[in-house]
């Protein structure tokens, strides 16, 4: 069981891309909170390959894969843009308040963060063909 989407590098279409893995989650037998956690991670890696690997929007096209491999559902995003590598992304310091701003968080900067804490796995490769990134939700 799986299906394959390919969307163009932009903000209006990342919502098309969340609600397709959030259906296949469903389908493979996910509860509403999990399904809601693989449509947040989504919505995020997406966010991160328009803003990070293509730098602008309609740069490239992005790739969203689903499967289920035993009790694992396997979100596998693709693009052709700059590597990234989530692994160097520090963990944020969540109670920071940067610049004396007034107790408002820093807006940005915590997209792996939360793929990191929604998800069970975060893989990541990149190669001549472009950054994959895999995340797994256990199927319970």
Not at 30 to 45: K, M, Q, R, S, Y
């Amino acid at each position: 069981m799986g299906d394959t989407l390919i969307i163009p590098g932009r903000y209006d279409r990342i919502q098309q891309a969340c609600q397709f893995v959030a259906a296949g989650a469903a389908q493979a037998g996910l509860d509403d909170t999990a399904v809601f956690h693989v449509e947040l991670a989504c919505d995020e890696a997406c966010t991160n390959v328009i803003e990070h690997a293509y730098a602008a929007e309609d740069a490239g096209e992005i790739r969203v894969s689903w499967e289920v491999q035993a009790n694992r559902f396997v979100i596998t995003i693709h693009d052709n843009g700059r590597a990234f590598d989530p692994d160097e992304v520090p963990v944020p310091a969540t109670d920071e308040v940067p610049n004396g701003a007034s107790g408002f968080p820093r807006v940005g900067g915590l997209g792996v963060h939360f793929m990191r804490k929604l998800m069970d796995e975060v893989r990541y490769k990149f190669d001549d063909g472009g950054n994959t990134l895999v995340l797994v939700k256990v199927i319970e």
